[in-house]
């Protein structure tokens, strides 16, 4: 196979597209010179496309004589769309998508820490990087996620007979009544 994507599942930052633009021959519409990286991102809202265009002038600004081609594509569209450049082999350089795993079977994607440092796949947590892999390795990197913390009251838990946090939903709302019943304010 002569070009693979350089796809980094439910998203991905630009500041990785440096080291993954060297393997593989450029697309059409990319360049053959390996200083010009095609980006497809998924639209998420309006903004979307001022934000990739803002980081990618802070990356083209560190890294001269990069340029960076961006593709903006909403998510309605964005199946068919990658389907077309997979079988036109102009596949992107980067690829803001999340249904990797057929590609990842098919040897089109870069395993991560073939276009990623250690050091920056250390700085996400294990969990998210979990999400995107195929058959135990490492394929993608997410670009949105998110990781909520619950705070409790321990003093106002025990006041209200409640002996450990809740560990599901159905024990919140519980313990919610509970509060409340021994006269706090509750969720």
């Not at 990197?141 to 946090?165: E, H, Q, T, V, W």
């Amino acid at each position: 196979m002569n070009r693979h994507l350089a796809g980094l599942a439910g998203g991905t930052a630009l500041a990785l597209a440096l080291t993954g633009c060297g393997k593989g021959s450029s697309s059409d519409s990319g360049g053959s010179d390996g200083k010009t990286i095609r980006f497809v991102a998924a639209k998420y809202d309006d903004d979307t496309q001022a934000y990739w265009t803002a980081l990618i002038k802070d990356f083209e600004k560190a890294n001269p004589g990069y340029r960076v081609n961006l593709e903006v594509v909403d998510w309605e569209q964005m199946d068919s769309k990658v389907k077309t450049y997979v079988q036109t082999k102009q596949e992107p350089d980067i690829l803001n998508y999340n249904k990797f795993s057929d590609f990842a079977r098919d040897g089109l994607v870069y395993k991560a820490q073939d276009v990623v440092s250690p050091k920056v796949l250390a700085d996400f947590l294990p969990l998210f990087r979990q999400k995107a892999q195929y058959k135990r390795a490492q394929y993608g990197l997410p670009f949105i996620s998110s990781a909520r913390l619950f705070f409790y009251n321990k003093d106002i838990f025990a006041k209200a007979g409640i002996a450990r946090p809740p560990s599901t939903w159905a024990e919140v709302e519980a313990d919610a009544k509970k509060i409340k019943q021994a006269g706090y304010i509750g969720l």
